[in-house]
Nanobody, 115 residues
Framework: QVQLVESGGGLVQAGGSLRVSCAAS????????MGWYRQAPGKQRELVAD???????NYLDSVKGRFTISRDNAKNTVYLQMDSLKPEDTAVYYC?????????WGQGTQVTVSS
């Protein structure tokens, strides 16, 4: 049963923009902190940004000022707007929902930034 569905990845030149989206089931989305993680080849998965159900936001230092996370509670969707992309942002981006014992991952979407 697919509970998180990501979309919007792709190939973009350095300096460009992409927006990735993650649609969740209502039961998963409500009350959950929604996050975007990424994993580049040979590297550990890292938190890029997350947003709590109350709207508190955290960003990875290297994306501050370039990426913006937001959530649409009416659509049960979380977004990550990525601007001024750099080649080092290339990774598979994963959506995550967590709440108490709940920890759900999406299938991932590839973001590739060419130099």
């Amino acid at each position: 049963q697919v509970q998180l569905v990501e979309s919007g990845g792709g190939l973009v030149q350095a300096g460009g923009s992409l927006r990735v989206s993650c649609a969740a089931s209502r039961d998963i989305f409500r009350g959950s902190t929604m996050g975007w993680y990424r994993q580049a080849p040979g590297k550990q998965r890292e938190l890029v940004a997350d947003i709590s159900s109350g709207g508190s936001i955290n960003y990875l230092d290297s994306v501050k000022g370039r990426f913006t996370i937001s959530r649409d509670n009416a659509k049960n969707t979380v977004y990550l707007q990525m601007d001024s992309l750099k080649p080092e942002d290339t990774a598979v981006y994963y959506c995550n929902a967590r709440r108490f014992s709940l920890n759900v991952w999406g299938q991932g979407t590839q973001v590739t930034v060419s130099s």
